[in-house]
């Protein structure tokens, strides 16, 4: 078992005994760490909006549900989910180094240089690129584009209080890209994924960043977790009831399956349950509320799946 498992370099939100760093040898560590691996939930949020958009576009055009979609962006959230925490991590390797959660990174505890971490930030962007090239060129192009809100995310919590916001746009991107690989085109049902998507990630995202809203004060970082105060759990809900209504509004426009409702519905139960249980002052269960989304949002693709089979 490798030493990342019980030792001094096991990160704080690092699932325990993930299989990832219990068999990577020792000098891979830092680079599963780095693409977050031991943490799947991020790669599992950025999956899903492609899932859901890809189902919901299966649903109209018919013919059953892509699968061989669904494989590719699989691979290509993993691999750019990856390429994203590296980024994130080269940029804020300093002001890492001054949060108790994060100061173990690879980066700020200097088991990774930055050189190395750019070296495994290519590695990672070119498994990304042999997805994308397996899609339409509309496709790859509305994949490029995305870079631009990616590549600007990192500076966002040193100048406005709303960097889940700009996470959401980057994050929800999949909204657009499952739609646009079955018609190659984007439609109103599209956007509508897209938008309910980044209302769902301020939400989930805001849940997180409770876990730091000490020493984010103290390193004069911005999140809206600061911002909502003793708020947090109205405004939690109210994005997403925003997240809720747009989704079923998206189902409504496409005029696919019923079945794709009680996705919805079984969303906004979890979402909802999510809400009663925030409590700002407990990090321990921010984290499990945060990790939770991952049902929520398969909850929602089990309801479009389904339209897809029926449709």
């Known amino acids: 078992m490798s030493p990342a498992t019980s030792g001094p370099h096991l990160l704080p939100d690092s699932v325990a005994r993930h299989p990832a760093l219990r068999f990577a040898p020792a000098w891979a560590v830092p680079y599963v760490q780095l693409a977050r691996i031991d943490r799947p939930i991020g790669w599992w949020l950025l999956l899903l909006p492609c899932w859901e958009s890809n189902a919901l576009a299966s649903a109209v055009a018919g013919g059953g549900p892509r699968i061989w979609h669904l494989l590719l962006f699989l691979i290509g959230a993993i691999a750019m989910r990856g390429a994203g925490s590296t980024y994130n991590d080269l940029v804020d390797r300093e002001i890492d180094a001054r949060v108790e959660r994060t100061r173990g990174r690879p980066l700020p505890s200097g088991r990774v240089t930055p050189r190395q971490a750019k070296i495994f930030l290519a590695l990672q962007c070119l498994v990304g690129l042999a997805v994308l090239l397996c899609f339409n060129g509309f496709s790859i192009g509305l994949g490029f584009a995305s870079l631009l809100i990616v590549a600007a995310y990192p500076f966002m919590k040193r100048i406005t209080s709303w960097p889940q916001a700009v996470l959401g746009l980057a994050f929800a991107w999949g909204g657009l890209m499952g739609w646009a690989a079955i018609f190659g085109s984007l439609a109103l049902p599209a956007l509508l994924v897209y938008a309910a998507a980044i209302f769902w990630t301020i939400g989930y995202d805001t849940i997180y960043a409770l876990q730091d809203i000490r020493d984010d004060a103290i390193a004069g970082v911005r999140s809206t977790a600061r911002l909502f105060g003793e708020h947090v759990r109205g405004a939690v809900g109210l994005m997403y009831a925003v997240a809720?209504?747009?989704?079923?509004?998206?189902?409504?426009?496409?005029?696919?399956?019923?079945?794709?409702?009680?996705?919805?519905?079984?969303?906004?139960?979890?979402?909802?349950?999510?809400?009663?249980?925030?409590?700002?002052?407990?990090?321990?269960?921010?984290?499990?509320?945060?990790r939770a989304n991952r049902d929520a949002g398969l909850l929602l693709f089990a309801g479009y799946l389904a339209a897809a089979f029926a449709g």
């Open 244 to 290: 809720t209504m747009l989704s079923a509004l998206a189902v409504h426009l496409a005029g696919v399956s019923p079945l794709a409702y009680a996705g919805v519905v079984a969303f906004a139960a979890h979402c909802a349950w999510q809400v009663l249980r925030i409590d700002p002052d407990d990090k321990d269960r921010a984290l499990k509320l945060f």
